[in-house]
């Protein structure tokens, strides 16, 4: 199958999705400009993480307003597969592909460590090789990752199961301890009420090879070429 | 022109040299270039005829010193190479610690990539005072956070580095920024113009008033009261301009056409203009109106003088300009046509027609004044001679003293650092901070990459050629506890003013000792700078910093596989202490905690044993002899063995032998030791390598499950601490102390 990336002026994970995708996974990958808008031919799109357009003013308020942002909006409300990374995440939520925002770490510092995660949802096409509840290391790297929306936003979330993965202990304990930047309800990622657009501030593509310390962040990759191609 | 003037560029002395050589009055243009072009940051006058001492050639060696970075080979079977330099940003960051370190970081990556390599690491060696002083706190976070804020952006990278805490560094804190890149070996760039009539392209950022005489005020010591006012010449980095510039380049690079390209560094135009040139003999000439400015209204002076950043300055081959020039724009970044290559070896600069500048290369570079300073013993030397460190009382409570040590910011963990650096991106990184070495794995490539960042300044204040030459050998040792071979170093020897002659000969026995090192090692320079006139004039005289000549040493790993780390990994393995134990306590974080400061004759290290040692360890672990590796170091064998234990809160038992002081015993900080565990059923197998190498060794305890870390000395139970208690201390002591929650 094919993946489309799109490279921002400032993108600078685009090239480990596609190391990923291509070299472990095994498929094929596209790079899309940002200033493009041909989306033909591909199967699903990951936005990658980075600092797109500098991120100077809020992160991924830029990048919403680009070429390939658009066409990816279409895309997605026509049912493709679109996941967000990071910096894709806060692009998602900037472009109204998924509901919230952003705030600082609650540190107000950059954050790049190994956290634990609970899948809360292993029903959408980018989670359902995992257990439901089963724990993931992989590792975050952001400095605005301090998830928040209105508390109707998030009853909704909760309520529909759009959380899909929270910040937890090793063990899975959810709580404030493990929680490294302040978010709400721990909220890791999450998913459109439809489950074709998909949201998360860790870095799978950091945790898909036993050589960089964990292979946990691989079968979301694998879930989504699963879902398309059977 | 004024007498005035002419002194804030160059020397009385040295203005009657460009007189004779150019045989004429230079205009204010003029001046400027020379006063950029023969400061000591740009001419090494005072330390070049020092640097001829370092060996730089070795077969692995593919570019030595001479050009942006020096480039060793990596995978012979692949032609894949990496490139690296480290250089200092000091001045600056004390100015500005947040734009100072972050233009820092960004100027050691252009380095790098402008040679062709993709930067794939960056490390950072930061010298402060002590964290009780408020201003010294604003500037360590405002540096980390620069270094965070640019490396993080930029996607490279920031996979290690060092940090030491000394008051020497309160008034002059060191930033040293490292780069490494990986390239293609038949895609290598190199900055020497070529081509009569090739046109010379500027690229990236536009230039603006920022940072003018940079270069300059580099080469100057510190007034308290001129700081504020130099404000106006720290510049402002850009990380996402940097990014753009990254990938445009390596892009055009994969085109036909371009025959030259540099950064503008330092001295901005002038430097990258004169420094092409006189590596191709050949000219260049510029139209200084056809630069892209910021704001209006600059003149020909500031513009040659400027040091903006992320800029680079390209000689392409005529006709192929638009081409590159092209890609350059896709990426929405500024490039013209500036200038042209000439025949005649001269600078020639033109502002709107008219003639303002008319230089001979040779006069700027070749020309430049050459310094022998004299130097001389300094007193304290002499009065070290005498120090004894049996007048010290022998502590009562050992536990306490580990833990004031554990608790001690250069000792205590860097996480509060290396959390806030992606250290992750670009997914190379194999051994993540907190071990000896980073380690990264090449993509496409069997081989792995290691490196580390070392230089115990303590050491090189007290005995400067030792310090110098253990600066070298732990760099190198930290990269064998990795597994890998040592194979080149880069260097940045910050040291104070060198026209003080007690100053000079620090630099010029911490450079006798490196150049030793590095022969025996075979771990030729093949990059560096020099950063004088670290020092501060206080009411109570001059302060300079410790001599630190900060080393980083690149190895390489066969088999990245094989990658070895400093953390105990199982319960029942044994402990054993390869190398000797003397008990020399002088210049270590021990005798800064009992005396509060640093005497005696400093650490001293035997060169043809610590090769020995590093060659056993590295074949100990391609033979899957040992499960972990940990150089001994600051705070000796206790800190050592608590350090091991911390990653899987695993405990330890030791018992010591040696007829040595216990606390000198524990912690001594004695060269030329690591400290390896090894399984039970192997400890029969690497005792006898070892003894076939000629290095001593004997086991001295255990690894536990129990969580508690015991040392015993001829049987006497000495420490007990719990791993956990301690580790709490280690993880977080930094944070409490720059957060000033002391």
Not at chain 2, 204 to 211: N, P, Q
Not at chain 2, 616 to 629: C, D, F, P
Request: aromatic letters at 8%; charged letters at 25%; glycine letters at 8%.
């Amino acid at each position: 199958m094919k993946f489309g990336i799109p490279v921002y002026p400032g993108s600078n994970c685009d090239r480990d999705v596609g190391w990923v995708i291509e070299k472990v996974l095994g498929h094929e990958v596209r790079y899309l400009w940002h200033k493009e808008r041909d989306l033909s031919g591909i199967d699903c799109i990951i936005v990658p993480g980075g600092f797109s357009y500098g991120d100077y003013l809020r992160a991924g308020a830029m990048a919403k307003l680009s070429p390939v942002t658009e066409a990816i909006c279409e895309f997605a409300e026509r049912g493709g597969l679109v996941m967000g990374i990071c910096n894709g995440f806060q692009i998602l939520l900037e472009a109204g592909l998924l509901p919230g925002a952003m705030l600082p770490n609650k540190t107000l510092s950059f954050i790049c460590e190994f956290v634990h995660l609970k899948v809360e949802n292993n029903e959408i096409p980018f989670t359902h090789l995992y257990e439901k509840g089963e724990i993931l290391r992989i590792p975050i790297a952001h400095a605005e990752g301090n998830y928040t929306c209105t508390p109707e936003t998030l009853k909704e979330l909760e309520e529909n199961g759009q959380v899909v993965v929270r910040y937890c202990s090793p063990e899975g304990i959810v709580s404030e301890e493990f929680n490294p930047n302040g978010s709400l309800n721990n909220i890791a990622g999450i998913c459109n009420k439809k489950g074709n657009v998909f949201g998360l501030m860790p870095h799978p593509e950091r945790a898909s090879e036993a050589i960089v310390g964990s292979v946990d962040g691989y079968r979301m990759f694998e879930s989504i070429v699963r879902s398309v191609l059977v | 022109m004024d007498r005035e003037i002419i002194e804030q560029h160059v020397t009385w002395e040295e203005y009657q040299r460009i007189l004779k050589i150019l045989g004429r009055e230079p205009n204010l243009v003029e001046l400027g270039i020379f006063s950029a072009m023969w400061s000591e940051h740009c001419s090494y006058k005072s330390s070049r005829p020092h640097l001829k001492k370092f060996p730089t050639e070795a077969p692995w060696v593919v570019q030595g010193p001479g050009e942006n970075a020096g480039i060793i080979m990596v995978d012979e079977e692949n032609q894949i190479c990496a490139a690296f330099k480290v250089e200092s940003h000091n001045h600056p960051s004390f100015i500005e610690p947040f734009h100072g370190a972050a233009t820092g970081v960004g100027g050691i990556l252009r380095d790098v990539f402008t040679m062709g390599a993709r930067p794939v690491a960056c490390m950072d060696s930061l010298r402060f005072g002590e964290l009780n002083d408020s201003k010294m706190r604003y500037v360590a976070k405002g540096v980390v956070s620069g270094i965070s804020h640019y490396g993080n952006c930029v996607g490279v990278p920031t996979v290690g580095g060092e940090v030491y805490f000394d008051s020497c560094y309160q008034t002059n804190p060191l930033v040293n920024a490292f780069a490494l890149g990986i390239v293609k070996k038949d895609k290598i760039f190199y900055a020497k113009a070529a081509g009569v009539g090739n046109p010379v392209i500027y690229v990236g950022a536009k230039t603006g008033r920022d940072g003018i005489h940079g270069a300059t005020m580099a080469s100057e010591e510190f007034s308290s009261e001129e700081e504020v006012e130099k404000k106006v010449n720290v510049q402002v980095g850009d990380p996402f301009m940097e990014k753009l510039l990254i990938e445009a380049c390596l892009e055009a690079m994969e085109k036909d056409g371009i025959v030259a390209i540099q950064d503008m560094g330092a001295a901005g135009l002038t430097s990258s203009s004169v420094e092409m040139a006189a590596r191709g003999g050949v000219g260049v000439r510029l139209e200084l109106d056809k630069v892209p400015t910021r704001e209006e209204g600059m003149t020909p002076y500031e513009i040659m003088l400027s040091e903006s950043q992320e800029r680079m300055l390209v000689v392409c081959e005529k006709g192929k300009e638009e081409e590159i020039m092209e890609v350059f724009r896709r990426w929405d970044l500024d490039a013209c046509v500036i200038g042209e290559v000439i025949e005649e070896p001269v600078l020639r600069l033109f502002w709107y027609g008219e003639e303002v500048a008319e230089l001979p290369i040779k006069a700027l570079t070749d020309e430049a004044p050459v310094y022998c300073r004299p130097f001389k013993v300094p007193e304290y030397i002499k009065e070290n001679l005498s120090y004894d460190q049996n007048r010290i009382p022998e502590p009562e409570d050992y536990n306490e003293v580990v833990k004031k040590l554990l608790d001690s910011p250069t000792i205590a963990s860097k996480r509060w650092i290396y959390r806030q650096y992606d250290h992750m991106v670009q997914i190379n990184t194999v051994v993540y901070p907190e071990s000896d070495a980073a380690v990264l794995r090449v993509k496409e490539s069997k081989k792995g990459i290691a490196i580390s960042s070392d230089c115990n300044s303590r050491y090189c204040y007290l005995n400067p050629y030792e310090g110098g030459k253990i600066a070298v050998a732990e760099a190198a040792r930290n990269v064998a506890c990795s597994g890998a071979i040592p194979r080149a170093i880069t260097d940045c020897l910050n040291f104070g003013s060198p026209e003080d002659p007690e100053i000079m000969w620090q630099f010029v026995k911490a450079t006798d000792g490196m150049a030793d090192a590095c022969r025996v090692l075979e771990t030729p320079v093949v990059s560096g700078n020099v950063s004088f006139y670290n020092e501060t004039t206080t009411d109570r005289g001059k302060r300079a910093v410790f001599p630190t000549p900060t080393v980083v040493c690149v190895g390489v790993l066969e088999d990245v596989e094989k990658r070895m780390t400093s953390f105990f990994k199982e319960e029942g393995d044994v402990i054993v202490l390869l190398g000797e134990n003397v008990g020399n306590i002088s210049g270590s974080e021990y005798q800064k905690l009992v005396e509060g400061e640093f005497r005696g004759r400093g650490q001293s290290i035997d060169l043809a044993f610590e090769r020995a040692l590093q060659r056993a360890i590295v074949e100990a672990i391609e033979k899957g002899l040992v499960k972990s590796a940990h150089d001994v170091s600051e705070g000796g064998l206790a800190v050592n063995l608590f350090e091991s234990a911390f990653e899987r809160e695993l405990g330890f038992e030791v018992d010591f032998e040696d007829d040595i002081r216990t606390d000198f015993l524990l912690f001594g900080e004695d060269q030329s030791r690591i400290v390896v565990t090894v399984a039970k059923e192997k400890v029969e197998e690497l005792l006898n390598f070892l003894e076939e190498k000629t290095v001593p060794a004997k086991v001295v305890g255990v690894v536990t499950g129990t969580g508690k870390g015991i040392v015993r000395h001829k049987g006497r139970e000495v420490i007990n601490l719990s791993i956990k208690e301690c580790k709490e201390v280690y993880k977080n002591s930094l944070e409490r102390k720059l957060t000033g929650m002391l």
